[in-house]
């Protein structure tokens, strides 16, 4: 399986020839280095509706023919703009030719800002997502506090993989991240959701360093690293 970061909260996965992409925030998000056209890929999911996450989906999945795979009222709104959708909801799971996909919850917003209306679209709750990919699990949190069920979610589901915020002001910090490496039990952990604005600036490497002083495996992914697990 191959992991390729585009910054944010925007992976790219490869995995026996099937190819996802998680929150595609490209245009306007100044860690990418890709551009949306320039993005080959079968699936594209979602883990809630704010514009630094639903991004460019809607771009990359009609350019690939790509299904999205997103909360029930996001997808349903995708879908509304000529897109295929495949709607989940939270505790809801579902086999795809890739593997199987798993939403869990996550404590944040979920809608989409349109600025020139001041209008705000409500798109349901937010998720994070469990990929079971083969023999691995990844976990990408999405947007979230932290919240005492990722115990849970690490005993019910042996994570490989956790992608987690670190950010903070919008959702953890690094130190409560921490904590949520602990509970989630992931072989690794990878850093998200930090350096894109001044308001999330932390420093990944700190934290990286914090997490190995607990016995946990963490890596600094820079934006347009590709790694292999």
């Known amino acids: 399986m191959k992991i390729h970061f585009h910054g944010h909260s925007c992976f790219e996965i490869h995995h026996e020839g099937h190819r996802l992409i998680i929150d595609p925030f490209l245009r306007g998000n100044p860690m990418a280095k890709a551009d949306p056209k320039d993005i080959k890929v079968d699936y594209v999911l979602l883990t809630h509706g704010h514009n630094d996450h639903v991004g460019d989906a809607l771009e ?116 409560d991240a921490l904590t949520a490496a602990e509970w989630v039990k992931a072989k690794w952990v990878i850093p998200m959701h930090y350096n894109t604005f001044p308001l999330i600036e932390q420093d990944a490497a700190t934290f990286v360093r914090n997490l190995e002083a607990k016995g946990i495996k963490g890596v600094v992914m820079e934006s347009g690293e590709t790694r292999e697990w």
């Open 60 to 175: 990359i999945a009609k350019n690939n023919d790509a299904t999205v795979i997103a909360p029930f009222e996001l997808a349903e709104w995708l879908g509304w703009q000529g897109v295929k959708a495949h709607p989940l909801h939270i505790g809801g799971s579902h086999a795809f030719p890739f593997g199987r996909v798993k939403l869990t919850q996550a404590f944040h917003g979920s809608g989409f800002t349109v600025d020139d209306r001041k209008e705000i679209i409500y798109l349901g709750m937010p998720a994070g997502i469990l990929l079971m990919l083969g023999d691995k699990t990844v976990y990408h949190a999405g947007d979230t506090g932290l919240f005492s069920d990722m115990k849970l979610i690490g005993e019910r589901h042996p994570v490989d993989i956790a992608m987690l915020p670190i950010g903070d002001n919008f959702t953890m910090g690094p130190e």
